[in-house]
């Protein structure tokens, strides 16, 4: 990292009141679903209302329905992303995310092709989808009908039948399938050059690079190397690329090296005076499912989730709870039932004023057309 300046050195306080602003949660909402989806550098979407949340409560008024219109539009892009996940990103940034995505060749790793498909098969059905989908809307049986036709390769039967889609999402970071619109509440797939007007094909790495980490780190910096990476692909980055992206970065002077109470970290240097000067973030939010204020630093960051809470969080097959969040942490999780909002705050949390809790029940009651009554209980 470069040298520091005292600016440089920040509390954990500073920094998540930083990232309360930044992320839409504390101060003006963003003005549309891609503006949030855009500095959230992509929305987690397995759970279609839960993406949906997630934008509908960084926007004044909270409203629903706006991503399904932007996807109606084609600026946003439901594919197969970060982690493996479903995502929302925008058609502008979705290319530099999956270039990125791509550079791993997970599915070249020994441990993957034993347990979903070899190279050799991977590249038989890039060929095969280079081929079938361009100009085209398939579901997922279509698809794999006519990948199977195109191989000859009936042992790839079931991994193309999976829900899953795990032989599938190498194709997406290589910028060869994306979702397309829904039929009657199946998937569907089609072309990035299809689905997005003006689509180029990906950027090289080294040029996404410099556009992906700054993105990151304007939403949940300052961070390590090693948070990005879990970020972005659970680790699986290679190594060598990620000292040169970051040193690269640095050296041009778009980051700096900076401490949060004492830890060695990355932060944009356009945002330095901001987080020096943040105040402490006192409101109180309840966010979806799989939100990225969460997923972004990632549920084993100790300042956002207590550790032993840890459980509550992150859930067996990869559920992220709802959370309540208060003073930049989790302070407790939340549900949604017939009867209104259900909340359990954590007690070492503190007070975590009802009024407040009053008001994002409305809130999430606004967005979702549910019952605004709140039941607070604390473990």
């Excluded at 060749?105 to 038989?124: D, L, N, V, Y």
Aim: charged letters at 20%; proline letters at 6%.
């Amino acid at each position: 990292m470069n040298s520091q300046t005292p600016s440089s050195r920040f509390s954990i306080d500073q920094v998540l009141a930083w990232r309360m602003r930044r992320q839409f949660l504390d101060g003006p909402g963003g003005s549309s679903a891609e503006a949030v989806v855009g500095r959230l550098c992509g929305v987690q979407a397995q759970v279609a209302s839960a993406a949906e949340t997630a934008v509908a409560v960084r926007r004044e008024p909270p409203a629903g329905g706006e991503t399904g219109t932007a996807l109606d539009r084609r600026t946003l892009v439901k594919v197969w992303a970060m982690r493996g996940t479903l995502h929302l990103l925008t058609a502008g940034d979705v290319a530099d995310f999956l270039s990125l995505l791509a550079a791993a060749r997970t599915w070249e790793k020994g441990s993957w092709q034993r347990t979903f498909a070899t190279t050799g098969q991977i590249t038989a059905i890039a060929a095969a989808v280079g081929e079938i989908l361009p100009g085209r809307v398939l579901t997922r049986e279509q698809l794999a009908g006519e990948i199977l036709e195109r191989t000859g390769d009936a042992s790839l039967t079931g991994p193309l039948s999976s829900g899953w889609g795990a032989v599938l999402k190498p194709l997406a970071w290589q910028g060869l399938l994306c979702h397309g619109p829904g039929d009657r509440n199946r998937a569907t797939f089609t072309s990035p050059a299809t689905w997005i007007e003006g689509w180029t094909g990906l950027p090289e790495p080294d040029e996404a690079a410099m556009r992906v980490i700054p993105a990151y780190l304007g939403a949940f910096g300052p961070a390590t190397m090693e948070s990005f990476d879990q970020w972005l692909i659970r680790g699986a980055s290679r190594k060598a690329s990620l000292r040169k992206w970051f040193g690269d970065l640095s050296r041009s002077g778009v980051l700096t090296g900076v401490t949060v109470d004492g830890v060695a970290a990355y932060a944009r240097t356009v945002d330095l005076d901001d987080i020096a000067t943040a105040e402490p973030a006192p409101r109180v939010r309840l966010l979806p499912a799989f939100d990225q204020f969460v997923l972004g630093p990632g549920t084993r960051d100790e300042h956002v989730v207590a550790p032993h809470r840890r459980p509550l969080i992150s859930k067996a097959a990869g559920w992220i709870s709802p959370v309540v969040v208060a003073g930049g942490r989790v302070a407790g999780v939340w549900e949604q039932t017939d009867s209104g909002v259900t909340v359990t705050l954590f007690g070492e949390a503190g007070r975590v004023p009802e009024e407040d809790l009053t008001a994002e029940a409305g809130r999430i009651a606004a967005i979702s057309g549910g019952r605004p009554d709140l039941v607070v209980r604390t473990v």
